[in-house]
């Protein structure tokens, strides 16, 4: 998977509001996703439409997107990066 998605995580890198990304894998069920951080939720929706587009376009279906914020209180408590 990384020398599949290294030039697309090269370009996630480059979008409007990006801030850091966790990849994740699970190769025995060949499922893959990641947790995002964006400076705004306007950033981060604008980012999960059109990475679902692309998704789509690449033929992957069952695509999921949900949009959080950040509980900074209990992310520092569990070290959480970015917590403020």
């Not at 789509?56 to 070290?79: D, E, H, K, Q, Y």
Request: proline fraction near 5%.
């Amino acid at each position: 998977m990384a020398a599949a998605y290294e030039e697309l995580a090269h370009t996630i890198t480059r979008e409007p509001g990006f801030v850091w990304k966790l990849w994740t894998e699970n190769p025995e069920t060949q499922e893959a996703g990641g947790v995002y951080v964006f400076r705004t939720e306007k950033d981060a929706r604008t980012y999960l439409d059109k990475h679902t587009a692309r998704l789509g376009a690449w033929g992957m279906s069952g695509i999921r997107g949900r949009i959080f914020r950040v509980n900074p209180v209990l992310s520092r408590i569990t070290r959480g990066p970015q917590a403020g």
